[in-house]
Each structure stands twice: as structure tokens, then as C-alpha cells.
């Protein structure tokens, strides 16, 4: 878990210098936070698809932003589980599979159950069991996120901008 904390002495004296309400205040800090999670979503998502070498549309669907009903604070899932070699645009080759520079030596691309198409490769000698081939992304993701995440200081330095200019939005007269 990577918690990201933000003073609250430097948006008090930005609402005083704005003279600001309590319910104006409440107002840009929701919207902000708001902001401030798609900003987060948006970055992780491109450096995890350069990190992973997978397109960003699984990623995508994977990533979900939750604010909290109660106090000021939101939460990012992401999906960690494996993702089928079939979504990775997946080329046969002398010796099985290639999907996004992944090599499945053995595997072969058929129609699994519902018609739809899957890697697969035998996991004996028998013609079946057939096992379905994934890519792994828990450690890869896990790595990146405790080592090259965002760091505290552009989060902050985000938010304080994103919110400077709420502020200023809901005290325009």
C-alpha cells in the first residue's frame, strides 16, 4: 500500500488568501480529489504499459479509482491478475507461440469453450489436458509500484495546482 499525504497548513493559507468558505473549500478539495485520481490512473497507466510491455487497453481495464464516501481520501485497485496470451495479439511460430516478446514454445492458438479463441499448450504427452496460456503481471506490477511509482513530491506538487485553481474557480465572483 503507498499512502500519499498532503499538508493541510498550505491549503489553509491558500483558502485564507482566497477567503474562502468552509463549504467552498469542501467543494474544491472533492474536486480535486477527483482530478487528482484520474492523474494517478493516467500516469500508472502509461508507465505500467511501458513496464510491462502491455497495451494500455488491458490495462485500462484493470485500474479502478474509488473515492471514499467518508473523509478526504481516494483508492486505487489494481487488478494484478494474470492476462490470457490470446489479448496480446498472439503470432504462431515454428516453435509455438509469440505474444508481446513472449515465447510459449508448444503452444498453439484454438477455439476454447464459447467458440472463442485461446492460446493453449498440452500439459503432458496425451492430447489432453489443455492448459491456457497467461501472462503473469502480480511481481512485475508490485515491483513498479514500490520502485518507480509517482513520486510524493510531483503528487504534491500536482495537487496543490489542481487545487489552487478549484479554490480559485469556486470563489470567482
Known amino acids: 500500500m ?15 488568501d482566497l477567503m474562502a468558505t468552509e463549504k467552498q473549500v469542501e ?12 492523474w494517478v490512473r493516467t500516469r500508472s497507466i502509461r508507465s505500467l504499459q511501458q513496464n510491462l510491455k ?15 464516501r467518508t473523509g478526504n481520501s481516494i483508492a486505487i485497485f489494481y487488478g494484478e491478475n494474470a492476462v490470457a496470451a490470446i489479448l496480446l495479439k498472439p503470432k504462431k511460430t515454428s516453435t509455438g507461440v509469440t505474444a508481446a516478446g513472449r515465447d510459449f514454445p508448444g503452444a498453439f492458438i484454438a477455439n ?3 467458440g472463442k479463441q485461446q492460446v493453449f499448450k498440452r500439459s503432458g ?8 496460456q497467461e501472462v503473469e503481471i502480480k511481481k512485475d ?4 509500484l514500490e520502485r518507480e511509482f509517482i513520486t510524493a513530491a510531483a503528487f504534491a506538487e500536482q495537487f496543490y ?13
Do not use: N, Y
Open 27 to 38: 467543494r474544491a478539495l472533492r474536486s480535486t480529489l477527483g482530478k487528482m485520481a484520474k
Open 125 to 132: 504427452s496425451a492430447r489432453l489436458p489443455l492448459v491456457r
Open 112 to 114: 476454447g469453450k464459447g
Open 161 to 173: 495546482k489542481v487545487f489552487e485553481h478549484e479554490i480559485e474557480w469556486q470563489t470567482r465572483h
Open 141 to 144: 506490477t508490485d515491483e513498479f
Open 2 to 16: 503507498i499512502d500519499l499525504h498532503i499538508s493541510s497548513d498550505q491549503l489553509d493559507q491558500l483558502s485564507a
Open 54 to 68: 502491455i497495451p494500455q487497453k488491458i490495462l485500462r481495464r484493470r485500474i479502478k479509482v474509488m473515492k471514499r
